[in-house]
């Protein structure tokens, strides 16, 4: 079955420690994102990339990084820097980076930092 | 600043009946707008979409209305199921930002037998 993978679906982390996300597309998509969703609040952009080697900053990308040397993969990086980084992480793709395609979504990574 | 907002966090419907589900944005840009549903510990799943240059779209059970004149976009749901209980999230984006979506807070949907 095509989909999105996210692993792990749980993630704890001490303070001060980096930790990466990851995120496993299938189907082909050219684009990949990450957002992250906090307890009443919209989805929020992190960072997004439309073709491999190329990748954009959205709206709360401080303290986050991410790499994309596959087409399939896009691994996001929660670096000590971020001062609120226990969230829950969703990965989505869609099928061209350009505009009016809609986003198909993992199942997400809930991490926890203590 | 919340460029696309849901104003009810909830909404209790019996089975059967019509939900209603409202949205409203503030950003003139905006023109293509989307819904998706989400259960718990799930990622989100695109449900029906709209372009402004319709004021209507249906699916099935599902349709989507846009006023522009008012910025404001709602889903209804015809018959409701039991099935249908769980967060919906409208979105936004504009062309020429490569599908990136502005999303609201949610609303919980709660359909009852």
Known sequence: DGGITQSPKYLFRKEGQNVTLSCEQNLNHDAMYWYRQDPGQGLRLIYYSQIVNDFQKGDIAEGYSVSREKKESFPLTVTSAQKNPTAFYLCASSIQGGDNSPLHFGNGTRLTVT | ?113
């Not at chain 2, 966090?9 to 939900?19: F, N």
């Not at chain 2, 006023?67 to 984006?93: E, M, R, T, W």
Request: aromatic letters at 12%.
């Open chain 2, 1 to 113: 600043d919340q460029q696309v907002k849901q104003n009810s966090p909830s909404l209790s419907v019996q089975e059967g009946r019509i939900s209603i589900l409202n949205c409203d944005y503030t950003n003139s840009m905006f023109d293509y707008f989307l819904w998706y549903k989400k259960y718990p510990a799930e990622g989100p799943t695109f449900l029906i979409s709209i372009s402004s240059i319709k004021d209507k779209n249906e699916d099935g059970r599902f349709t989507v209305f846009l006023n522009k004149s008012a910025k404001h976009l709602s889903l209804h749901i015809v018959p409701s199921q039991p099935g249908d209980s769980a967060v919906y999230f409208c979105a936004a984006s504009s062309t020429g930002t490569a599908s990136k979506l502005t999303f609201g807070t949610g609303t919980r949907l709660q359909v009852t037998l």
